[in-house]
């Protein structure tokens, strides 16, 4: 079965533990889901 790509947007400052629950779920091999990293770590 493909996995759906989606598309998550957050406040890095506030919620980036919540950024790698997800990145962590989406790596599991039952997820349905995957994740595509292009958050911007710098300024």
Known sequence: ???????????????ADLKTLLV???KNQDSPF???DWSVKEW
């Open 1 to 15: 079965m493909a996995k759906t790509r989606v598309f998550i947007s957050f406040d890095y400052d506030h919620d």
């Open 24 to 26: 962590g779920q989406a």
């Open 34 to 36: 995957e994740i595509a």
